[in-house]
């Protein structure tokens, strides 16, 4: 395994740890809130708290699907293209993927820079700056993560193309699954 390889992995393993402790704290956050609330004593800040770590989740969530490639892709549009094309066809698609995510990543910095000395309702000793940082951070980790599936990904916009995450997550490729195929077609 090559350095890139190994440190690509090791990418996606920190974005795993990231998410599965954001998870965990949501999870007791709900619980700590449900109970309360059962309890006929609810948190004053429960919900505003448990918003604010599901969006967490959402966003380094997305940069975690982004390393895995697992993010909304359409891999058998780009497998009806021939290898010519597919190439600079998922390059584009990546670009403009890359880009939308500079673009909200830079718009979420400016929000940032607004909610100077603004805080949470219930909890005002937390800044929403600490809170909207998510959107900026995930931006880049989503555009790193992207950066380097790339060789990845021009291998099979070059290769016999692209399959489903979910079949690569299953262990299959590109060629079991084009036999898999072949066998329902015959």
């Known amino acids: 395994m090559s350095t890139f390889d190994r440190f690509r992995k090791a990418y996606s393993v920190f974005l795993e740890a990231i998410v599965v402790v954001l998870v965990i704290a949501l999870a007791g956050v709900v619980t700590i809130g449900f109970v309360t609330r059962y309890l006929g004593s609810p948190l004053s800040w429960y919900d ?16 975690l699907a982004a390393a895995k490639g697992a993010h909304i892709t359409c891999p058998s549009v780009l497998n009806m293209c021939p290898p010519s094309i597919r190439v600079p066809i998922a390059l584009l698609a990546e670009a403009i993927t890359i880009g939308f995510f500079v673009f909200l990543g830079l718009a979420s ?23 909207q940082s998510a959107i900026p951070v995930a931006s880049v980790l989503f555009i790193i993560a992207e950066l380097l599936r790339l060789p990845e990904i021009v291998k099979h916009a070059r290769g016999k193309g692209f399959i489903d995450h979910e079949l690569e997550e299953a262990g299959l490729d590109a060629d079991e699954v084009e036999a898999v195929s072949t066998q329902h077609r015959g």
């Open 48 to 63: 505003e708290l448990a918003a604010v770590l599901l969006a967490w989740v959402t966003y380094y969530g997305t940069a």
């Open 109 to 131: 910095y400016q929000v940032i820079l607004i909610l100077d000395g603004v805080n949470m309702v219930s909890l005002p000793s937390i800044s929403m700056q600490l809170t």
